[in-house]
C-alpha cells in the first residue's frame, strides 16, 4: 500500500510539473518574442523615423511599366509632392481657381484614386478640388507608426500641411469644403469639429466615426489590441487584404473560392472575421479605360511597394476616428442649431448650407446605413444632417460618382458650386 502511495504522489508531481510546464512554455514564448520585437522597434526608432513610399523607385521604371502600374504616378492631374516634418506627402490639385474649393479625403486602405471619378465631376462642375494620399498610402511617405500614431492629431498636421502647401488660399485666408469618404469621413468630420473657421461644407460618404461596438468581433480586438506580436500581426493582415494566394495575380479578387485547396492557416483565416472598418476590396474600375486600376489592385500593389503601408493600416484601425466619435458629432450639430438663433461668436464657424450632407449606400456591409442615418441624427440633430441613401455596397463613390456628385450639387445648390462665400 505504501508503494502505491508513493507511486500516485510521483505520478501527481509529475502531472503538476507537465501543467506547469504546458502553462510556461507558451508564456516565456511570448514573453520571448515581445522582448525581442521591442529591441527591434528600439533599434528602428534610432535608424528612422520614416518609411519611404514607392516615389522614389518610380525613376527606375519604363514609360509603359508607369502606365500599367495599379496607381501611375500621372493618374491624377496636377500632382505635386510636399515635404513635411513627418515625411513626403503626395498631393494634387486642379481646377478653376475661382471655384468652390473641396479637399477629398480617402479611405483606409485605397489612395486617393479612389476618389478620381467624384473629383472629376465636380471639377467639370467648376469646383477647385485638392486630393492626398494619407500617410502611408500611394506615394505619401509612412511615419513610424511607433512613434506617430495614426490618429487624429497625426491627420489634422497632415492636412494643415496640404491645404498650407497651395498657391491659393486654402487656410486662414479662406475656407474649404470637406468630402470625406470611409475613414476619411470620420477625418472630416474631427477635423470639422476642430477647425470650424475653416470648413465651410462638409460632405461624408459611407463615414467612419459612429461604427457601433457590437460590430467589432472578439477576434478583432485580440488581434488589434496590442495582445500579440506586432509582427504577427503585419503578416496576418497583409494575407487577409492581399486575399489567396492562389488567386490570379491580375484579378485582383480578394476572395477564395471554394474549390482552392487551402490549408489550414487559410480557411482559419478565411472565416475570421475581419475588423468592421475593413471592406473587402472593390474590384471594380476607377478610370473606365484604364483595367489594372481597382481598388484591390492598389492595395495589393501598396503591400508590395509601401513598406510603411501595412504599419499604417493597423496603427489606423487601431487610433484613428472610426468610433466613439459621438461627441465630435455633436459639436459639429450644436454649431448649427446655434446658426439659427446666431451670434457674433457664432459667426463664420458655421457650415455654408446649415447641415452636414451624408451619402450611404444600401447595401453596405461594413457602414451599415440604417444604423449610421439614426445615429448621425442622433448625434448632431435631425435638422442639422441630410441624409441621402442610394443602391450599392461600400464602394459607392467609385461605381456611382455620378449619383454622389448630383446629390452634392443638389444639396449645394447652384450658388454653392461657384466662388466660395
Not at 322 to 345: D, F, T, V, Y
Request: aromatic share 8%.
Amino acid at each position: 500500500m505504501d508503494v502505491f502511495k508513493s507511486l500516485l504522489r510521483q505520478l501527481d508531481l509529475q502531472d503538476r510539473r507537465a501543467l506547469r510546464l504546458a502553462i510556461a512554455g507558451p508564456l516565456v514564448a511570448y514573453i520571448g518574442t515581445r522582448i525581442i520585437e521591442t529591441l527591434v522597434l528600439a533599434r528602428r526608432r534610432h535608424s528612422t523615423k520614416v518609411l519611404a513610399s514607392p516615389r522614389q523607385s518610380l525613376q527606375l521604371l519604363s514609360a509603359q511599366k508607369l502606365e500599367d502600374l495599379p496607381y501611375p504616378p500621372n493618374a491624377l492631374p496636377g500632382a505635386r509632392d510636399v515635404d513635411s516634418p513627418y515625411g513626403n506627402i503626395r498631393v494634387y490639385e486642379w481646377g478653376p481657381e475661382d471655384g468652390r474649393k473641396v479637399l477629398l479625403v480617402h479611405g483606409i486602405s485605397t489612395p486617393c484614386i479612389s476618389l478620381a471619378g467624384v473629383a472629376t465631376l465636380l471639377v467639370e462642375k467648376g469646383c477647385r478640388v485638392m486630393l492626398f494620399d494619407l500617410f502611408g498610402r500611394g506615394y505619401s511617405d509612412a511615419p513610424d507608426p511607433d512613434l506617430y500614431p495614426q490618429n487624429i492629431e497625426l491627420f489634422t498636421a497632415q492636412i494643415l500641411c496640404v491645404t498650407s502647401s497651395s498657391k491659393l488660399p486654402w487656410g486662414a485666408a479662406g475656407r474649404f469644403t470637406m468630402v470625406g469618404y470611409s475613414l476619411g469621413g470620420g477625418i472630416s468630420a474631427a477635423f470639422t469639429s476642430y477647425f470650424p473657421e475653416l470648413v465651410e461644407g462638409l460632405v461624408l460618404i459611407a463615414p467612419s466615426g459612429l461604427l457601433r461596438p457590437k460590430h467589432i468581433s472578439l477576434s478583432s480586438k485580440l488581434i488589434y489590441g496590442n495582445l500579440l506580436p506586432q509582427t504577427f500581426v503585419e503578416y496576418y493582415v497583409a494575407r487577409r487584404m492581399r486575399g489567396s494566394p492562389r488567386a490570379p495575380a491580375s484579378s485582383g479578387n480578394p476572395e477564395t473560392t471554394k474549390d482552392d485547396k487551402t490549408g489550414v492557416a487559410e480557411v482559419a483565416e478565411s472565416e475570421t472575421p475581419a475588423h468592421p472598418a475593413y471592406a473587402a476590396n472593390s474590384v471594380s474600375l476607377i478610370f473606365p479605360d484604364r483595367p489594372m486600376i481597382s481598388p484591390a489592385h492598389a492595395v495589393a500593389w501598396q503591400i508590395d511597394a509601401h513598406p510603411g503601408f501595412v504599419g499604417a493600416f493597423i496603427s489606423s484601425i487601431k487610433h484613428a476616428p472610426i468610433s466613439g466619435e459621438h461627441e465630435r458629432w455633436k459639436l459639429i450639430g450644436s454649431r448649427q442649431s446655434a446658426q439659427r438663433a446666431p451670434s457674433q461668436a457664432q459667426r463664420g464657424q458655421t457650415l455654408k448650407e446649415g447641415k452636414v450632407l451624408v451619402l450611404l449606400g444600401r447595401q453596405d456591409s461594413v457602414i451599415v446605413a440604417d444604423e449610421i442615418d439614426e445615429d448621425a441624427k442622433g448625434t448632431m440633430g435631425e435638422g442639422n444632417v441630410e441624409v441621402v441613401k442610394f443602391e450599392g455596397a461600400h464602394d459607392l463613390p467609385i461605381v456611382n460618382a455620378e449619383g454622389c456628385v448630383d446629390a452634392i450639387a443638389a444639396f449645394w445648390g447652384n450658388a454653392g458650386l461657384s466662388k466660395s462665400a
